[in-house]
């Protein structure tokens, strides 16, 4: 098959260039179409409870989605401060986007006069002087529904809040309320923060990011690729394989149907990082083949490198795909759909290395070689040499010392964490993390979770249920602002009794709560708390912590609450903080299921390649020692495992296979003519330098990812530098002292096995 892939490619070398760039130019189109998505419930399938749930939930009360606008000043009821948040209420409630403001001038203050009902705003005017500031701070004290909730209980904050409405543009809300915080100034520093506005940086970031990747990643590249090869075409001909296969993989997004997602903006560096491996061991055989004095064409020259590289280079390129294809088992979307669209363009490559490679190779003037000054020993073959001896001469204690490291890291997996919270993925510095601080201190937070409950509300039973229910949930640490509507007939019942502490409860009569919740829908909304048929009604906590755990806690406490409590109305739950705690779940199954995966297959694709279950066995060991050291690393160093580096364990493990299959391919070849210390040696010198050459290349492409305006994708740069570097020790050190003193049966000569394909690196 090799063989006729070779002859197919040199014997009609135009027909595959213009094969290949026609697939690269109908991909290329497809880009300005592509779309950059950073809604949080895309990212887990649209089946599943927690988008079902706020589906639900909107479709009775609308959109749930909040901005928040933070008012912070030495005493927010000072004259100046209230101006200012009254002029920003009252223009956020004119955006068209947002379906109800909440603030010190909307919130509802109710009290009682004359054994009369009166509901009116908190604040009806503006204090002027001291006295009367003093006197509406302690009306205010005096009311659940503002203090400690819409002011601060120091009354250090305030805040205004904008219920969204279900379908808005995030770029024109947050438009429209920057534009309005920029024309109301005053006393106080303002915070603004909500989903809109992290999806919004995300996004912003997300193109930044896109922007700066690939031109950064492919000028490294050329100069990597100029460094290994002194040739034009040793740089032209791998770099034009990774801009096509970047080409042919970003344009199957668009085509699909899908969107760049967080998780996508590494799929650039993936490539770069990854699919110039097959296009450097072609060149670099190409050029270890051209000697001088050689008496062949360039088409003979051209076919004889597939035919030497063709089966080692189709095994890596498959191990490579198949753990990238691994990704599948995520049941977190974008994390399949990464695992697809890289998958793809590593198999575009793949083939590109293996036939557009030698066609425009067979159609150019062969290269002068290289010169034997430019093939002298560098430093990178001195320590080759070294490691060979130091590896052949201490082979047991580089064994017994591996086994010690990989168990003291290992030990730092009991400290792993797992957090899901998009607000982490920035920086302490900017502006949404600090807004998000600072609703979290004064407000119970920006994060949100409603409960929906079912049935007759008016019906006593069930209000004082969702009373119970509600004094519960506000009893619960990292619980903040609470609202519903058991709150509003609990004060109504005490003011219309005198404001007697012993009426703060929900009365036994039907038609009692039928006409407070009357009165009250005469002065205000409350579309948000209780459906227009009082069949349906919604408690709103927000969770004042970015720890997904601690979010996870509050998510199953109201879960196991539904279960244990068979007779209450509350039949789901939903909204932000759900989505959160369901991605924790998802990504430990999706690490599991994907580590297993890649684990099996790639094993499985080694055993075939050389005709034995020891191979594969023995292929995996370094790789899930590798693995074991990564996740313990990242546990002593704090580094969360989230929805990007869940994703490291499959991709390091596919890229990583390589450096074990092409050391082992040499190492069998050397063994049937040399004893295990001397093939050893020999592998460690010739194939040792081209192992060293593709981790490198794949170390300083996922190097790019250090400059990502995200925290967790440099994490991840980070780990993926690390986990390969950890690969590369295990097939120079770990892999050659297992050879020496176990002896592997099918490396060993005999009448089965032959001698394989020499894997030449110049």
């Known amino acids: ?351 590109a290395s293996l036939m557009f490679i030698p066609a425009v190779l067979s159609l150019m003037p062969r290269a002068e070689p290289i010169s034997k000054k430019m093939r002298k020993k560098y430093l990178l073959e001195r320590l080759l040499d070294k490691t060979a001896r130091f590896v052949t001469g201490h082979t047991k204690q580089v064994i017994v010392v591996s086994l010690i490291l990989v168990i003291l890291i290992a030990t730092g997996i009991s400290r792993l964490v797992i957090d899901t919270n998009p607000i982490n993925y920035f920086g302490k510095d900017y502006d949404i993390v600090k807004a998000n601080e600072i609703m979290n201190k004064y407000f119970g937070g920006a994060t949100n979770i409603s409960v929906l409950a079912e049935g007759d509300i008016t019906d006593p039973v069930v209000m004082k249920k969702i009373d119970e229910f509600v004094q519960d949930l506000k009893a619960k640490e990292n619980v903040g602002e609470v609202t519903a509507v058991s709150t509003l007939i609990r004060r109504m019942n005490e003011v219309l009794h005198n404001e007697q502490q012993e009426y703060d409860r929900i009365p036994d009569s039907r038609n009692a709560i039928s006409q407070y919740l009357l009165l009250y829908s005469m002065s205000a909304d409350m579309s948000k708390w209780i459906d227009f048929n009082q069949q349906h009604a919604l408690v709103n906590a927000r969770i004042s912590t970015n720890s997904t755990n601690k979010i996870k806690q509050i998510v199953d406490y109201i879960s196991n609450y539904i279960q244990q409590h068979s007779d209450s109305p509350f039949v789901l739950y939903g909204g932000f903080a759900h989505l959160l705690a369901e991605l924790v779940e998802f990504i430990v199954q999706g690490q599991i299921l994907s580590l297993v995966l890649s684990i099996v297959l790639v094993s499985i694709i080694v055993m075939i390649l050389f005709r034995s279950p020891m191979a594969g066995l023995l292929a995996i060991l370094p790789l899930s020692l590798a693995v074991v050291c990564l996740f313990g690393l990242m546990g002593y160093l704090n580094i969360e495992l989230n929805m990007i580096t869940a994703t490291l364990s499959s991709i390091m493990i596919g890229v990583g296979v390589d450096y074990t299959i092409h050391f082992l391919w040499r190492y069998r070849r050397e063994k049937q003519k040399s004893d295990s210390i001397e093939a050893v040696k020999t592998t460690l010198k010739t194939t040792g330098r081209g192992i060293i050459f593709n981790a490198f290349s794949v170390i300083v492409g996922f190097a790019i990812l250090l400059v990502s305006n995200f925290l967790l994708v440099q994490f991840f740069g980070m780990l993926i530098v690390v986990s390969i570097s950890f690969c590369l020790i295990g097939a120079l050190f770990i892999l050659p002292a297992i050879c020496i003193v176990f002896k592997p049966g099918f490396l060993e000569p005999g009448p089965g096995v032959k001698g394989s394909t020499e894997i030449k690196s110049n």
């Open 1 to 351: 098959m090799v063989k006729k892939i070779g002859n197919f490619s040199v014997n009609h070398p135009r027909l595959v260039i213009i094969i290949f760039l026609m697939i690269t130019v109908f991909f290329a189109v497809q880009i300005p179409h592509t779309e950059i998505d950073t809604a949080i419930k895309s990212q887990i399938p649209e089946d599943l409870p927690a988008r079902i749930n706020i589906n639900k939930i909107e479709d009775i009360f609308g959109g749930t989605e909040i901005v928040m606008v933070g008012v912070v000043a030495d005493d927010v009821l000072s004259p100046g401060v209230l101006k200012r948040i009254k002029n920003l209420s009252d223009k956020m409630d004119k955006i068209k986007q947002i379906d109800q403001v909440k603030s010190p001038f909307t919130v509802q203050d109710i009290t009682g006069e004359n054994d009369q009902l009166i509901i009116e705003d908190s604040i009806k005017a503006i204090p002027q002087n001291q006295q009367e500031i003093e006197e509406l701070r302690q009306k205010i004290k005096k009311n659940d529904l503002v203090y400690g909730n819409i002011i601060s209980s120091d009354f250090k904050a305030a805040a205004v809040v904008g219920i969204l409405e279900e379908n808005y543009e995030d770029s024109e809300l947050l438009a429209a309320v920057n534009k309005i915080i920029k024309e109301t100034p005053g006393p106080g520093k303002i915070y603004f923060t909500g989903l809109p506005v992290l999806r919004a940086e995300a996004a912003a970031n997300m193109r930044s990011d896109m922007q700066h990747f690939i031109p950064l990643g492919l000028l490294i590249m050329l100069i990597f690729l100029y460094i290994c090869f002194k040739q034009f075409r040793g740089v032209l001909l791998p770099f034009v394989v990774v801009v096509m296969s970047i080409i042919v993989s970003i344009g199957l997004i668009s085509l699909l149907g899908w969107k760049i997602q967080l998780i996508t903006i590494i799929l650039p560096v993936i490539l770069l990082a990854v699919t110039n491996d097959y296009g450097i061991h072609i060149i670099a055989d190409y050029q270890a083949e051209n000697i001088t004095g050689l008496k062949i064409d360039e088409k003979t020259l051209s076919r004889k490198v597939i035919e030497n590289l063709g089966n080692p280079i189709i095994a890596t390129g498959i191990t490579t795909i198949v753990g990238m294809l691994c990704l599948l088992s995520h049941i977190i979307v974008p994390a399949r759909q990464l695992g697809i669209l890289a998958s793809v363009g590593i198999g575009f490559a793949l083939l």
